[in-house]
């Protein structure tokens, strides 16, 4: 006799196989569970966002955010329809450039740029907002960032810029680390 497998039991080995916990095990939450602060799921989100940056020398992602809710996403690499990094090669690599100097020579765009960029491609306001970001902005994104009316900047690492920094402040944005 052949065993019938019911679509209940493939549907709950399918969800497993995914990572994906039944229903009646996702209300089953430990007293042990602590649901991460605001500041902790985007910038959580941010770093899932890097995982689709093509940079070679560092992955960054960026979160636009108004009233808790995500406007826009973005992260570092060339414009659509160019070449990745990973292909062509790191023409700053190769001149041995330090990190956050001569941007001009970098063939991709920043995190920031592109969450700019998205937002405004899809008609999408970002006076007010705050941006989630894993990476504090360079001196290019904080002119950008300043004039798009960001309120508020939420970092998880550091960049060497100070002017940045200064740029910021002088603007009265809002500059924030979170680990």
Excluded at 1 to 26: D, E, F, V
Excluded at 47 to 64: E, I
Aim: proline share 4%.
């Amino acid at each position: 006799m052949k065993r019938r497998l019911s679509l209940r039991g493939a549907k709950r080995r399918s969800n497993l196989k995914y990572g994906i916990a039944s229903p009646s095990a996702r209300n089953d939450v430990s007293s042990s569970y602590k649901r991460p602060s605001w500041d902790e799921y985007f910038l959580e989100v941010a770093v899932l966002v890097s995982k689709r940056a093509t940079c070679l020398r560092r992955r960054v992602g960026a979160v636009l955010v108004k009233e808790k809710r995500i406007l826009a996403t973005g992260y570092n690499g060339p414009p659509s329809g160019i070449t990745h990094c990973q292909v062509s090669g790191c023409l700053r690599e190769k001149l041995k450039v330090p990190s956050g100097q001569r941007h001009e020579l970098c063939r991709g765009l920043h995190a920031e740029q592109n969450v700019l960029i998205q937002a405004a491609l899809h008609g999408i306001g970002t006076k007010g907002s705050a941006l989630y970001v894993t990476n504090q902005p360079c001196i290019i994104c904080a002119k950008m960032l300043i004039n798009a009316g960001i309120k508020e900047i939420v970092v998880s690492d550091g960049y060497p810029d100070k002017m940045a920094v200064d740029f910021l402040r002088e603007a009265r944005i809002k500059i924030r680390k979170v680990k």
